[in-house]
């Protein structure tokens, strides 16, 4: 059974970093798509970030673009995302999912980790 667990979830003030990491299980991220999302409060999922495995292809949310950074880690076999100068409004549950073909759209992932909260204060 494939597995996604994400961690370095936690609370931090704005301007501060954070470094997300999303590890597999089951299978290696190889010939996979793997992305960010996140869901705060009341608000539905939105993309965050997405990567290419074996090509390091990425593109990112307008919103977070120049702030974050998604990548991976071939010797851990992760995929990260490197949040710098946080903003409140980033609070959030954040997930890792992967999908098979390069996409933004939340439900074409297929596999999706349970999830780690990201709480910036002002």
């Known amino acids: 059974q494939v597995r996604l667990a994400e961690s370095g979830g936690g609370a931090v003030h704005a301007g501060d970093s954070l470094k997300l990491s999303c590890a597999s299980s089951?299978?290696?991220?190889?010939?996979?798509?793997v992305a960010w999302f996140r869901q705060a409060p009341g608000k539905a999922r939105e993309f965050v970030a997405r990567?290419?495995?074996?090509?390091?292809?990425?593109t990112y949310a307008d919103s977070v673009k120049g702030r974050f950074t998604i990548s991976r880690d071939l010797a851990m076999g992760t995929v990260n995302l490197q949040m710098n100068s946080l903003k409140a409004e980033d609070t959030a549950v954040y997930y890792c999912?992967?999908?098979?073909?390069?996409?933004?759209?939340?439900?074409?992932?297929?596999?999706w980790g349970q999830g780690t909260q990201v709480i910036v204060s002002s």
């Open positions: 089951g299978r290696t991220f190889d010939t996979y798509g």
């Open positions: 999912a992967t999908a098979i073909i390069w996409t933004t759209e939340s439900d074409r992932y297929d596999v």
């Open positions: 990567i290419w495995y074996t090509t390091d292809s990425k």
